[in-house]
């Protein structure tokens, strides 16, 4: 894997060109200690304040500087903060694989994990963790490949899905926590060789689905599609871009929000897998109503 991943980065170098609505790719740097393995983040609506959670179980809360063109050009945040358990204990091993996040109108936050797929509640950053009740299809999930996305609507209801649903042609499981229980009504069509990697809802009340398809050699492709939600499921498929192969490194996080013009505005961010061949970097793009 190391291997490809280098002659990845060498093969994505020419630079294809963005799709339309790019606005912006930022290279995310810190010595920090347990930076990196970015799979979520969330922006706030003034599109300067963030968190992101690294796959590591540890998050950073931090400012976005942005110039008059709403470009990003400079990155500040604090301390990366490791995740607890239920008690005080900090996460660990296997229990410790997180990779969605979802930020509730209260404050605090959900976040899914795939080794031991499961959802986390806490309260505030730094609180001890409350389990989330499990559905019984996370026990039989795919290691490594369990619930990557998570996203919450206004509701409060949330919304979770694997990166695999076990066949090309089979829709991915959206599994839905609302009133204290989970259900399996919903899904979400697959399409070629992408899977899914975060979620969000806009301030449209839309869902957005943000996956990945890594092409050996060549490096990874991103897309994201957009989806209305209602009664009978999801509808309206709308697939936003779909970025060349090798254009982007590894991206994993998103976060919907609108600018001070009320353009819709998609904030996407790279897991580098904790080594040097890849980079941390934020994408962002401006979407369509």
Do not use: C
């Not at 050009?73 to 490791?82: E, L």
């Not at 900090?90 to 990779?99: M, V, W």
């Not at 996370?138 to 290691?143: C, E, T, V």
């Not at 970025?243 to 353009?263: Q, Y």
């Amino acid at each position: 894997m190391a291997g490809l991943v280098v002659l990845a980065g060498l093969e994505g170098s020419a630079s294809p060109s963005p799709p339309p609505g790019f606005l912006g790719d930022f290279e995310w740097s810190s010595d920090m200690k347990l930076f990196g393995g970015f799979s979520g983040i969330e922006v706030a609506a003034n599109g300067r304040d963030f968190i992101a959670l690294s796959d590591r179980a540890a998050l950073t809360q931090g400012r976005i500087t942005r110039d008059a063109d709403g470009r990003i050009v400079a990155v500040s945040t604090g301390p990366m903060q490791r995740l607890k358990g239920k008690g005080d204990d900090l996460l660990q091993g296997a229990r410790a694989d997180s990779e969605g996040i979802a930020l509730a109108s209260d404050g605090s936050l959900y976040i899914s994990f795939e080794a031991v797929a499961r959802v986390l509640h806490y309260k505030s950053i730094g609180s001890s963790a409350e389990n989330l009740p499990d559905h019984p299809d996370f026990a039989h999930l795919q290691n490594n490949s369990s619930l990557e996305a998570l996203a919450i609507d206004a509701n409060g209801a949330l919304y979770t899905l694997p990166e695999r649903s076990g066949n090309r042609d089979r829709p991915f499981p959206v599994y839905r926590f609302s009133k204290g229980k989970w259900d399996k009504k919903l899904s979400i069509p697959r399409e070629g060789g992408f899977r899914p990697v975060g979620a969000d809802f806009g301030p449209d009340g839309r869902f957005y689905l943000l996956e990945r398809d890594f092409r050996g050699l060549s490096g990874f492709s991103s897309r994201l599609r957009r989806f209305d939600l209602g009664s009978k499921g999801f509808s309206n498929e709308t697939t936003l871009f779909e970025s060349p192969t090798g254009l982007f490194d590894n991206l994993e996080g998103v976060s919907i929000w609108r600018d001070s013009k009320g353009r819709l505005t998609a904030t996407m961010v790279s897991d580098n897998n904790m080594t040097v061949f890849l980079r941390t970097e934020i994408v962002e793009f401006r979407l369509p109503d």
